[in-house]
């Protein structure tokens, strides 16, 4: 999917659907009365989920969301660039030194209780692409707080990789911690 302008009010609702309608407006006084078939009560079928494409900024992004903790994995560098890559490094470092954690395992999460079945339940996705770098932003529920995240990401020798997450509802980024 392509997408331009991803941030916002407008992409949160659409992530997260549509506003409920407007109530009517009261009484309507002595206008006519109005012969159209009321208004459809149920939400209409969500389409089928899109087809993650092998080798999409989705693609990268989608194992997080099936791993707890994977971003914290060592062997996962190669799928990131400065200046996440950077902090994942000093992160382990750290962890290595016996000094304590610097990062919590539940990043791609936004930090939230890990809860599977309700994060692939409410799971949406939107991906940008604009030249040789893209975006993704993640968009769940969990124990009814809506979680937002955005991975950006820079192609590099034709495979694309992470540079960076942000938390829009946590207002946090990966590049601003500071594990030293």
Known sequence: MLAAGLNGGALAQGLFGAPPPNAPSGDAGNAPADTSPPPATTAPTPEPAARVLPGSPTAVVKPFYEHLGLELDPAERKNFIDPARTVLDKSDALRKSGQGECLDP??????????KLAIDRSLKTIEAINGDEAKVVVAFFVEGNAHRLEWKLRKVGGDWKISDLLSVTGEWALSQYQCE
């Open 106 to 115: 539940n990043m791609a999460l936004d930090n939230a209780d890990y809860d």
